[in-house]
């Protein structure tokens, strides 16, 4: 079990729920991608891609409000964090990347939508179209992965950390969300050991990873 820290941030109310049949759907492909028991595809990031794309010119109106929670205790409570650059994957219009900013060197904000890339502009002075499957980075070259409603690549992001480096996991809405999986099944699919420490916050939740070998 990793262990979980007191909640700090309350869970105000108005919480806004995805619909229930389409999020069990994307919580299925996203446990068995980490799992390995589903191929991630050109196909599927390309489905995501125009999805995002197409959600680009609305998205901060919809998702601004009450989110950030669990970025802000993330990043106050999972510390220490190593000195250098953080990959956030799934960056989008760049909401979070300012608040990453204060805590990170370099912020350079990964997305496979090109619309959401540009909506970041003002937010995001590092932007990178990529896919999280195969990352436009080198083996153990950032310090941290911040995954924020992310689907997980396991291999790839283990990849790109540095042996001390950390993974952020985190889930604007807990396990409502389309994308959560817990911290123990992400610690699992992780090639190698690895602890976390997790908290909930605001309407999400988030874990910190570390290797122990």
């Not at 262990?3 to 806004?16: D, F, H, I, N, T």
């Not at 995002?52 to 989110?67: E, K």
């Not at 909506?119 to 896919?131: E, I, M």
């Amino acid at each position: 079990m990793s262990p979980l820290l007191p909640r700090v941030l309350p869970s105000p109310e108005g919480k806004p729920l995805p619909p229930k049949d389409t999020a069990e759907a994307f919580r299925a492909f996203a446990r068995d991608l980490a799992a390995g028991r589903r191929s991630w595809t050109r196909e599927a990031a390309g489905f995501l891609a125009g999805l995002f794309d197409q959600l680009a010119s609305s998205w901060d109106t919809d998702q601004a409000t009450g989110r950030d929670d669990p970025v802000r205790d993330a990043l106050a409570r999972g510390g220490p964090f190593p000195h250098g650059t953080c990959l956030e994957l799934g960056s989008g219009t760049g909401l979070f990347t300012p608040a990453l900013a204060t805590a990170f060197t370099t912020v350079i904000s990964i997305d496979l939508s090109e619309q959401m890339l540009r909506q970041a502009a003002g937010r995001s002075p590092a932007r990178v179209r990529a896919d999280a499957g195969a990352l436009p980075s080198a083996d153990a070259s950032v310090a941290v992965v911040a995954a924020i409603d992310m689907l997980l690549f396991p291999d790839e992001m283990a990849r790109v950390l540095a042996p001390a480096g950390v993974l952020l996991w985190i889930n604007q809405l807990g396990q409502d969300g389309p994308l959560y999986l817990p911290a123990e099944d992400v610690a699992a699919a992780l090639p190698g050991r690895w602890t976390a420490v997790e908290a909930a916050a605001g309407w999400g939740s988030w874990a910190a990873l570390r290797r122990t070998r």
